[in-house]
């Protein structure tokens, strides 16, 4: 059991816009940075957000992210096959002194 | 640009000590950066193992921290992950990875298994 909760699956057609959410609680998501990475079958994560709402250098603006109040979404516009992938949501936990992920969406471009 | 490159053994006997080595290329350990472990089990989602910074401070998870050790050799450029007492429970992928809580950089994995 993940300590921020994600939705197993999500799916959309080519081209939609596609929402992940990721719902934690004060002591992780309520009071520290959120992080969003992408990982494509058989390879190491990507980071896509981080610090709620930054994109790395080389990121599209089709991902974007968000956070209000325990909870966070990663939205992804012009959704494309190569977009397939599962996505993780992770920030600190205060409590728990220790990093902590979600449990990860799976991603399907129909 | 930063990479980082995981090494060590792919087979750990049960009750054995995984041992693992991240080498860091295109820059210094000694950056103003922490070094991240993470894990992955086949099929499931990341586990958070620990980080260290330059100067040695460590962070572990709390749920392995009993089992964990990481260090970092400026010397040669590169920090390294033990875990103890393994069980199949550990078996899984890897990552060792640059940053703390936003890893920007990862290495590309490895996949240890525990089996006798």
């Known amino acids: 059991q993940s300590v921020l909760t994600q939705p197993p699956s999500v799916s959309a057609a080519p081209g939609q816009k596609v929402t992940i959410s990721c719902s934690g609680s004060s002591s992780n998501i309520g009071n520290n940075y959120v992080s969003w990475y992408q990982q494509l079958p058989g390879t190491a994560p990507k980071l896509l957000i981080y610090d709620n709402n930054k994109r790395p250098s080389g990121i599209p603006d089709r991902f974007s992210g968000s956070k209000s109040g325990t909870s966070a979404t990663l939205g992804i516009t012009g959704l494309q096959t190569g977009d397939e992938a599962d996505y993780y949501c992770g920030t600190w936990d205060s409590s728990l002194s220790a990093e902590v992920f979600g449990g990860g969406t799976k991603l399907t471009v129909l | 640009q930063v990479q980082l490159q995981e090494s060590g053994p792919g087979l750990v006997k049960p009750s054995g000590t995984l041992s693992l080595t991240c080498a860091v290329s295109g820059g210094s350990i000694s950056s103003s950066n922490w070094w991240s472990w993470v894990r992955q089990p086949p099929g499931k989602g990341l586990e958070w193992i620990g980080e260290i910074y330059h100067s040695g401070s460590t962070n572990y998870n709390p749920s392995l921290k009993s089992r964990v050790t990481i260090s970092v050799d400026k010397s040669k450029n590169q920090f390294s992950l033990k875990l103890s007492s393994v069980t199949a429970a550990d078996t899984a992928v890897y990552y060792c990875?640059?940053?703390?809580?936003?890893?920007?950089?990862w290495g590309q994995g490895t996949l240890v298994t525990v089996s006798s």
């Open positions: 990875a640059r940053g703390s809580t936003s890893h920007a950089t």
